[in-house]
């Protein structure tokens, strides 16, 4: 019912930039909160930033003034915009939203695939 792509994955330099793109597509009545995870091998998947529907955003201290976190409504699209990479960086990020499908009286969490992001030189 419900589909979340991740793209913009790839291989760069320390100090280069990377942008994520995850569109939302299927029977969504309602999105509210879209975020990113990222899992490094032999990690736990921890979660990279957050943005409710209204706007508002929350990353981890890891990220925060490198990482942007950004959604576009009308196209149930969240980005991710990532300055400045680190190798520390590398990982597989998901996207994750919490959507309420056209069928559902309640909203649940939804997984993209994961898209894999790496930094070295």
């Known amino acids: 019912q419900v589909q979340l792509v991740e793209s913009g994955g790839g291989l760069v330099q320390p100090g280069g930039s990377l942008r994520l793109s995850c569109v939302a597509s299927?029977?969504?009545?309602?999105?509210?909160?879209m975020s990113w995870y990222r899992q490094a091998p032999e990690k736990q998947r921890e979660l990279v930033a957050t943005?409710?529907?209204?706007?508002?955003?929350n990353y981890a201290d890891s990220v925060k003034g490198r990482f942007t976190i950004s959604r576009d409504n009308a196209k149930n699209t969240v980005y991710l915009l990532m300055n400045d990479l680190k190798p520390e960086d590398t990982a597989v990020y998901y996207c994750?939203?919490?959507?309420?499908?056209?069928?559902?009286?309640?909203?649940?969490?939804?997984w993209g695939q994961g898209t894999q992001a790496t930094v070295s030189s």
């Open positions: 299927g029977s969504i009545f309602r999105i509210t909160a």
């Open positions: 943005v409710i529907s209204g706007g508002s955003t």
């Open positions: 994750n939203a919490n959507i309420r499908t056209a069928f559902s009286t309640r909203s649940r969490p939804y």
